[in-house]
């Protein structure tokens, strides 16, 4: 089982707006910046998104992230087939030794 | 920008010690602006950490692999590698190695598929 809680399946039809949650707790998402990462099929994961709601250069504006407390979502505004891909969580974690930890993913699905 | 590569042997026997480098490019291994890190994802699951160096050679290990796990740095050759000794066939994985900024950006290489079995 993962550290942070991810729903593990997401759908939503072209055009449509999709969120994405992630849970965690006050030594991981309540103290630390929180990344997404992206992963198609056979392929590494692409960081999506980094210290909250950033976008590293080259991710569209579709793609945004915001934190409250020990939560974060990732939003996915005009669904586009080429968005159907795995999405994960992640976060430093702040107990004796540092870590990162990760959620489980979502699978979206856009149909 | 950063870019990363991962290389090793892609069967391992079980009992065995899984060794992977990661060689870099684009950036500095010394440098303070990163540190370094392996991650992996056994088929059809989600995302292991497993370990993190740090330019002052401090080091941090998931707690579930740090008896087994070795993390070091080669500034000769623009390196760093993950040594995981006594593997069964559950370190069967994708492992990536990646580079994390101080601007809060990180760099992956494509992975490697390491197979644990006799």
């Known amino acids: 089982q993962s550290v942070l809680t991810q729903p593990p399946s997401a759908s939503g039809t072209p055009g449509q707006r999709v969120t994405i949650s992630c849970s965690g707790s006050?030594?991981?998402?309540?103290?630390?910046?929180v990344n997404w990462y992206q992963q198609l099929p056979g392929m590494a994961p692409k960081l999506l998104i980094y210290?909250?709601?950033q976008r590293p250069s080259g991710v569209p504006d579709r793609f945004s992230g915001s934190k409250s407390g020990t939560s974060a979502s990732l939003a996915i505004s005009g669904l586009q087939s080429e968005d159907e891909a795995d999405y994960y969580c992640a976060a430093w974690n702040a107990t004796l030794t540092g870590t990162w930890v990760f959620g489980g993913g979502t699978k979206l699905t856009v149909l | 920008q950063l870019q990363l590569q991962e290389s090793g042997p892609g069967l391992v026997k079980p009992s065995e010690t899984l060794s992977l480098i990661c060689t870099v490019s684009?950036?500095?291994?010394?440098?303070?602006?990163?540190?370094w890190g392996w991650i992996r994802q056994p088929p059809g699951k989600g995302l292991d950490w497993i370990a993190s160096?740090?330019?002052?050679?401090?080091?941090d290990y998931n707690p579930s692999l740090k008896s087994r796990a070795t993390i070091s740095v080669d500034t000769s050759k623009n390196q760093f590698s993950l040594k995981l000794s006594s593997v069964t066939a559950a370190d069967t994985a994708v492992y990536y190695c990646a580079g994390y900024g101080d601007n809060g950006l990180d760099y992956w290489g494509q992975g490697t598929l390491v197979t644990v079995s006799s």
């Open positions: 684009g950036g500095s291994i010394s440098s303070s602006s990163y540190y």
């Open positions: 210290s909250n709601n």
């Open positions: 006050s030594s991981n998402i309540g103290s630390n910046y």
């Open positions: 160096i740090f330019y002052s050679g401090n080091t």
